[in-house]
């Protein structure tokens, strides 16, 4: 009998993970739609409902959020009509027409206090809106979808946007010295290799969670010396203590994630944030 051909149908193709892995779903699926938030907002549930419904996809990608971190806590009503109320209504499309849906979540779901590495069993304490209103999301998606998967990563960076590496490599370039906290700890995630995580997901056959992060885990101050070295950019890093800000989330002190799930499912390595730093840095 042959492998059943997948259609798949993907939300936020312009994000940060959403755009490379709008690449790899069309390269693979001939019949794949890959929706921007013009396109297919998941918070018209009218209209996301009809096109769901038109487009028969079998497998849903859901890279659709709200991200800032700091900009959830400002605006909490919107942060859960993105991140939960938008997630239960594109699950429950999904449900509609039989389809598995893949969604992704984050390492803020976390309160941080733990030290050894997350894995999947752990229950989430989030510390934040943003933190609270993905939770919400990842328990919405599975109480409307029996034949889910829930993605958590961690620290994303690459593409030309806002983040903490292009961040660091403005200052460091402007010859200005840093300040960068050494009590966050976590796993930088170059987002073209949690894409092609994703991808390889997206062929396997699990229901669950899990989760993925490049493998081993730094400081924030740690990773801004790595991203100033690998640039060939010397400036003062000094290393400080996080201090809480009125209007900021808090962050989780140690996020890191045990991706020993993900490894032992697809049987795929897992490079090491440096190297996939140092090819981020080479490819700009």
Known sequence: MSEPIIHPLLTGSAGQVGSVLADLLSQRFPRAVCA??????ITDHDRLNAEVERLQPNVIVNCAAMT?????????????????DGSRALARAASSVG?????????????????SPYDEEVIPRPLSVYGRSKWDGEQAVMQEVDDHVIVRTSWVFGGQGPGFVNAV???????RPLQVVTDQIGG???????????LRLVEIPYRGIIHF???GHCSRHEFAQQILREAGISVPVEPI??????GQARRPACSVLDTSRYRRLTGAGVRHWKEALREYLDAR
């Open 99 to 115: 389809a598995r849906i893949i969604h992704m979540s984050t390492d803020f779901v976390f309160d941080g206090s733990q030290q």
């Open 68 to 84: 800032d971190v700091d900009g959830c806590e400002r605006e909490p009503e919107r942060a859960f009509r993105v991140n939960r």
């Open 188 to 198: 930088p995630t170059l987002r073209d290799d949690l894409a092609e995580a994703v």
């Open 169 to 175: 490599l403005a200052r460091g370039r402007d010859g």
């Open 241 to 246: 203590a996080t201090v809480p800000v009125a």
């Open 36 to 41: 921007t938030r013009v396109e297919l907002d």
């Open 213 to 215: 992060a490049n493998a």
